[in-house]
Every structure is written in structure tokens, then in C-alpha cells.
Nanobody
């Protein structure tokens, strides 16, 4: 059974930082074959793309609203992907989800579309106080 488990959410003041992590487990899950994405969903809003990282661990993509503030990284040896979030604002408050998209033949690509991701975690809450 493949599982993605997010951690690191919490309450932070405006301007603060948080680091989210997502750990992938499962005997049949080859983490290095998957591009990994982060998405978020605020109350009353649709789920939106935040950032992603290709299987090569080098190529990334990020939403315009977080570029320069959020950084995505991965550790294929530990089956983890992280999202470093700096300069947080109340607009960043949401449940953050990690997701996996199988791309074993496309090492330099990750996509912003949620429909490409077939595995999802349960999410971790990020709250930003003003």
C-alpha cells in the first residue's frame, strides 16, 4: 500500500517560515520514478498548484504567487520531498497536500495540473496569523 504522509504544518505569524515534508512509503513504490508536487486548498477555494519537482531533483516549477518565497526539494534516498516556505502571509493559509506523478521516463519534467497526479497525501494544515 502506497502512502504519502505530510508533516510540518502549524501556526506561524505573517513573515514567518515553515518547512513541510512528505514521506512516501510502500514496498511497490519507487519514489525516484515519481515527480512530486505540492498543492494547497483554502476553505471555500479550489485546490491549487504550489510547486513541483521532477524525478531528477533539479527541475522545478512553482506558482507565481510563491516564486521567490517557496522552495521545493527532494531526497530520493530517503523517499521524501520538502517545501520550504518563507515570508508567509495569511493568503498562504491552507491545507497543503503532496502528490506523486509517475514520470520514470521523463526525468526533467513536472506538471502543475493536479489531474496528472495519481497519489495524494491527506494534507497538513498551515495557518498564518496576521
Amino acid at each position: 500500500q502506497v502512502q504519502l504522509v505530510e508533516s510540518g504544518g502549524g501556526l506561524v505569524q505573517t513573515g514567518g517560515s515553515l518547512r513541510l515534508s512528505c514521506a512516501a512509503t510502500g514496498r511497490t513504490f519507487t519514489f525516484s520514478d515519481y515527480a512530486m508536487g505540492w498543492f494547497r486548498q483554502a476553505p471555500g477555494k479550489e485546490r491549487e498548484f504550489v510547486a513541483c519537482i521532477a524525478t531528477n531533483g533539479v527541475n522545478t516549477n512553482a506558482a507565481g504567487s510563491v516564486k521567490g518565497r517557496f522552495t521545493v526539494s527532494r531526497n530520493n534516498a530517503k523517499n521524501t520531498v520538502s517545501l520550504q516556505m518563507n515570508s508567509l502571509t495569511p493568503e498562504d493559509a491552507a491545507v497543503y497536500f503532496c502528490a506523486a506523478d509517475r514520470r520514470q521516463y521523463e526525468s526533467a519534467i513536472c506538471y502543475a495540473s493536479a489531474t496528472r497526479y495519481e497519489r495524494w497525501g491527506q494534507g497538513t494544515q498551515v495557518t498564518v496569523s496576521s
